[in-house]
């Protein structure tokens, strides 16, 4: 059974910083490409940041130099270190695993990321 478990959301005040966390079990994970989503109130989910299993990154624009994406493949976890945060970084945060681009995609359960001071 695959189970990815999202960690480290919460409330944080503009400017602070998050890391956020996600466990994964029951996949072979260092050949999964990983990345977190999020989705804000009344708006669609978007990519945040991915890191495939070679270890190259890519980052929405809007999180661009505030945000790093990082994997750790002797503990299954993929982090997202989210630095300046303002408002509209407000969201559920999602953890997603993706091999190839075939049907084997999983979602974590998401964690809530809420910036106000």
């Known amino acids: 059974q695959v189970q990815l478990v999202e960690s480290g959301g919460g409330l944080v005040q503009p400017g602070g910083s998050l890391r956020l966390s996600c466990a994964a079990s029951?996949?072979?994970?260092?050949?999964?490409?990983m990345a977190w989503y999020r989705q804000a109130p009344g708006k669609e989910r978007e990519l945040v940041a991915s890191?495939?299993?070679?270890?190259?990154?890519t980052y929405a624009d809007s999180v661009k130099g505030r945000s790093t994406i990082s994997r750790d493949n002797a503990k299954n976890t993929v982090y997202l270190q989210l630095n300046s945060l303002k408002p509209e970084d407000t969201a559920i945060y999602y953890c997603n695993a993706q091999y190839g681009s075939g049907p084997r995609t999983y979602w974590g359960q998401g964690t809530q990321v809420t910036v106000s001071s």
């Open positions: 890191i495939i299993s070679g270890g190259s990154t």
């Open positions: 029951g996949i072979f994970f260092r050949i999964y490409a």
